[in-house]
């Protein structure tokens, strides 16, 4: 069993910066592969990045080049560094963890997921 809590979104500017953090509960968190998912008002939820557990890192083409995902397993956390955001970044982030030898990237693949955090940013 995973419980994870998501913190720091907000508001910010167009072109600002935010970085989301996720708490995860357990003394197993290293075993999981690790993702930040969003969901914009009226849309489906949809993958934005992963770490998987041997640290190599997966981008949704949306955010790559914009977002970084880390981790660090003696904390039981991982990150979403957003830099340059845009208003279509704004939306629901949720944390997930899933139990998989291979990095997924579908969320009904994803057993455990944080509440969500806002994330706005106005133009």
């Known amino acids: 069993q995973v419980q994870l809590v998501e913190s720091g979104g907000g508001l910010v500017q167009a072109g600002g910066s935010l970085r989301l953090s996720c708490a995860a509960s357990?003394?197993?968190?290293?075993?999981?592969?690790m993702g930040w998912f969003r969901q914009a008002p009226g849309k489906e939820r949809e993958f934005v990045a992963a770490?998987?557990?041997?640290?190599?890192?997966y981008y949704a083409s949306s955010v790559k080049g914009r977002f970084t995902i880390s981790r660090e397993n003696a904390q039981n956390s991982v990150y979403l560094q957003m830099n340059s955001l845009k208003p279509e970044d704004t939306a629901v982030y949720y944390c997930?963890?899933?139990?998989?030898?291979?990095?997924?990237?579908?969320?009904?693949?994803?057993?455990?997921w944080g509440q969500g955090t806002q994330v706005t940013v106005s133009s």
């Open positions: 770490v998987r557990r041997t640290g190599n890192t």
């Open positions: 357990g003394r197993t968190f290293s075993r999981y592969n």
């Open positions: 997930a963890a899933d139990d998989s030898i291979v990095v997924r990237t579908a969320t009904s693949d994803y057993e455990y």
